[in-house]
């Protein structure tokens, strides 16, 4: 079979991390024609929109996209270009697994295996904010939260724990101090978790859950949240594995998926070819396992696996000797799929 996705190369050592990636793909024998569009500080400068209709356009036709990390400006300049693309296509969940590998000096854990579950267009980063003087030395974030989100992500987490054979979910919430909006959600996950006799059911309040997840990490399967405290935990999760350079993840709506990795477009490294495509390969990994194509899913998080095993085949951000460059580490990663 063969797709059309779009490929969205993005900034910084987004182009060299996601050649990588198609190549190992391409060794799986999936068949895929992207659409190769641009976005992010590249699209600005070319057509003065970090995010043009070319590149929704693209996305809107083929459903599926393969981004690279994309520049936003820290305290000034446009919105966030990711959260205007969830916002864009509703891609309600935020998918980030973090997988420990054998052979990453860098992890903190082993054999650990969770996939946290974050909603991804309400709360703190639905963009209402404003300053309420008139000097800007106040501004106010206005989270909002509705009962039909906490439904939906929370039914997701459980679908995705059934599918994927995984025994317990956990509600992340604040809901003794916020108790609107962290009790819409907690009453959500309280209610739809019945509907799964299957799957152990528990929840944690935020504080208490990022204590316990350094602590002792392996109690968690899936992690159900909101989105603040999702994209810190995601964070946190990620240093206990190695680092975001090993953190993939997946913005899936009813109709649209975007895959990627974790990490920003780390400019200061950017044509040196040095950076670590694990994350964006592993993204990858995801992109296939969402359209149905598991086998090579699979070969992909195998060969991973492997490489970083080996030890031989590193980037410099996972050990401080021998460290190759990003096209190394691609062909190590070809190589063992292949074989």
């Given amino acids: 079979m063969s797709y059309t996705f779009t490929l969205i190369p993005g900034d910084g050592i987004g182009p060299e991390i996601t050649k990588e990636t198609v190549k190992v793909i391409k060794s799986t024998g999936v068949n895929i024609d992207w659409d190769v569009v641009e976005g992010g500080m590249t699209a600005l400068h070319k057509y003065h929109d970090p995010l043009p209709q070319e590149l929704l356009d ?7 996209a393969l981004k690279g990390p994309l520049t936003t400006p820290i305290g000034k300049g446009f919105r966030s270009i990711n959260v205007a693309l969830r916002k864009e296509f509703d891609l309600y969940v935020n998918l980030r697994p973090a997988i420990s590998f054998k052979g990453v000096p860098t992890i903190h854990v082993d054999h650990l295996d969770l996939v946290i579950v974050r909603e991804n267009l309400e709360e703190f980063y639905s963009g209402v904010e404003h300053y309420i003087d008139h000097t800007h030395s106040a501004a106010e974030t206005i989270g909002i939260v509705t009962k039909g989100a906490c439904q939906r992500i929370v039914r997701y987490a459980f679908e995705y724990a059934r599918k994927h054979g995984r025994k317990k979910v956990t509600a992340v919430h604040k809901a003794n101090i916020m108790k609107f909006t962290g009790g ?41 949240t909101t989105n603040l405290f999702g994209d810190i935990l995601s964070d946190l999760a990620s240093g206990l594995v190695g680092g975001l350079g090993v953190a993939p993840g997946a913005n899936i ?45 699979q070969k992909i998080q195998t060969a991973i696996s492997n490489v970083l095993k080996k030890g031989k085949y590193l980037t410099r951000d996972l050990t401080k ?5 990003t096209d190394v580490f691609g062909d190590a990663v070809v190589r063992e799929i292949e074989q």
């Avoid at 996950?189 to 006799?197: G, M, Q, S, T, V």
């Avoid at 780390?266 to 992109?287: V, Y």
């Fill in 253 to 297: 709506g009813y109709k649209v998926g975007i895959f990627e990795a974790v990490h920003g477009s780390a400019p200061d490294i950017a044509g040196k070819n040095i950076a670590n495509p694990t994350a964006q390969i592993l993204g990858a990994a995801i992109m296939l396992d969402h359209i149905g194509e598991i086998e090579a899913s």
């Fill in 184 to 224: 819409i959600f907690l009453n959500a996950a309280e209610e739809i978790a019945p509907e799964y006799p299957d799957i152990f059911f528990n929840d944690k309040i935020i504080d208490n859950m990022a204590m316990q997840m350094v602590m002792n990490p392996h109690q968690f399967d899936v992690i159900v």
């Fill in 58 to 64: 693209s996305i809107e036709r083929n459903k599926i």
């Fill in 321 to 325: 000797n021998n460290h190759v460059t």
